[in-house]
């Protein structure tokens, strides 16, 4: 079977669009099957860390990006009885690609990023969504892809690229996806005239929970309300009520949103969290969401997509040298790749979700870690330029709760 794409990406969410243009640029034939089209929303808090921004940058997007958002500071936390963090990226120790993240709506970033893989040489279809893989030889070579008319069509490639989200379709053709544990629902809106707003993300944390509010530029906010899969049932039918009702349990947003200042339909995302068992397989691999999703709070899902991307990237053209299909054993290095790159945060990331189960911990933690000057530093971790050792490590965690 002969190929027409050495490359075919599923998806063209940051993940997708980052590899395709780094793909294109190494002389690789790419295209990407996208279900929507562009500019399309997506269910997010819309920051981004530090270190996206310096991936952003090496894609070439920055420069265009920097005025479309607004700055990001760093992270401020309340806890469910009150304790308060601030956390400055600038202050973290560790000197960033950028001092500052940034906000900006995914209408905005992602449409730039799809336009920026089509600049670097890749096709990119809208409006295709991928069903099926097709086999050749026991290895995946591409995809079945339907059109908005209803019409299908195979996409042949040597190597396919489930880069398609949290439900992604090809992780779970290739039979690797496992829901797991916290099963969580988010619920994301624009509003205009947020009072109070700083230029750090503000993340308010309950008992049933939890808020964050982000000022993403042109007098809009973000807002994000993120509560267990059993809660979020109460919301069917209701989403926008159930929204704003809930909002108002939190004592740091209680009185500062109205439903009249909503300017974007209030997204539903979830449950979470995914992850598939196996990044790689014979003629495949995942990325993104589709590889791994754990759960918002840190806010670092676009950096990993990116960064993710960025590891494919440096693996898949000596891969694809070797005549024939690409087996797994010839990703192996982009398997090794996350773990070195991600392993560390990882483990932060669920400590702080599960963390949030124990209220009293949680708060415990929030003011001993602002008390001790240690919030930064947590910060920087989020923001994925500090490593994670700097808070897995006997003395920080020590600091942290006792
Ligand atoms: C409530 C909430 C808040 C969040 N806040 C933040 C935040 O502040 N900062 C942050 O960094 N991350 C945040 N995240 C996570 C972030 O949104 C994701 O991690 C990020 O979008 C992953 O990028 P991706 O490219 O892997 O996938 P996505 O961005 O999900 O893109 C996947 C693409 O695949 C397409 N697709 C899906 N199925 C098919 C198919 N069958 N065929 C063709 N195309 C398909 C979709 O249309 C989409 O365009 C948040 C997530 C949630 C739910």
Redesign the pocket.
């Known amino acids: 079977m002969s190929a027409e794409s050495d490359v075919l990406v599923?998806?063209?969410?940051?993940?997708?669009t980052a590899l395709a243009t780094l793909l294109a640029r190494a002389g690789l034939s790419v295209t990407i099957?996208?279900?929507?089209t562009f500019p399309r929303d997506?269910?997010?808090?819309?920051?981004?860390s530090p270190e996206?921004l310096r991936v952003l940058d090496r894609l070439g997007a920055l420069d265009d990006l920097l005025p479309l958002g607004a700055p990001l500071h760093g992270t401020t936390v309340t806890g469910p009885r009150g304790a308060r963090l601030d956390g400055a990226f600038a202050a973290a120790g560790h000197a960033p690609f950028r001092p500052t993240g940034l906000s900006i709506a995914r209408r905005i970033l992602?449409a730039r990023l799809a336009a920026g893989a089509v600049a670097a040489g890749a096709t990119l279809l809208e409006r295709?969504?991928?069903e099926d893989l097709l086999y050749d030889r026991g290895a995946v070579a591409g995809a079945v892809v339907r059109n908005a008319g209803g019409a299908r069509r195979s996409i042949h490639a040597r190597v396919t690229v489930g880069?398609?989200?949290?439900?992604s379709?090809v992780a779970r053709r290739l039979g690797t996806q496992r829901r797991s544990h916290p099963r969580r629902v988010?619920f994301?809106a624009h509003l205009a005239d947020v009072p109070d707003l700083s230029g750090s993300a503000e993340m308010h944390v309950g008992t049933e929970g939890y808020a964050g509010l982000n000022d993403i530029g042109a007098g809009l906010a973000n807002v994000?309300l993120?509560v267990p899969a059993a809660r979020a049932r109460a919301a069917a039918g209701r989403a926008e009520s159930f929204f704003f009702d809930a909002l108002e349990c939190f004592p740091g947003v209680r009185g500062r949103l109205r439903p009249a200042d909503l300017v974007r339909r209030v997204l539903v995302?979830?449950p979470?969290a995914a992850r598939a068992s196996r990044v790689t397989a014979d003629g495949a691999l995942l990325?993104?969401?589709?590889a791994d999703?754990f759960d918002?709070f840190t806010?670092?899902?676009?950096?990993?997509?990116l960064r993710g991307a960025e590891l494919a990237a440096a693996i898949l053209p000596a891969a694809l040298e070797v005549p024939g299909p690409v087996r797994a054993r010839r990703l192996a290095a982009y398997r090794a790749a996350r773990r070195r790159a991600f392993a560390g945060k990882w483990a932060v990331e669920r400590m702080i979700g599960y963390g949030m189960w124990f209220p009293r911990l949680f708060d415990r933690a929030v003011a001993r870690l602002e008390r001790r000057g240690l919030a930064h530093t947590l910060i920087g971790v989020t923001g994925d330029f500090v490593p994670a050792h700097a808070v897995l490590n006997p003395w920080f965690l020590a600091r942290m709760v006792l």
């Open positions: 599923v998806g063209a969410g940051p993940g997708g099957a996208e279900r929507a997506k269910a997010c808090s819309e920051y981004l996206a992602d295709h969504t991928v880069a398609d989200g949290l439900r379709v988010g994301v994000a993120v995302s979830g979470f990325l993104g969401d589709a999703f918002p806010g670092e899902g676009i950096c990993a997509a």
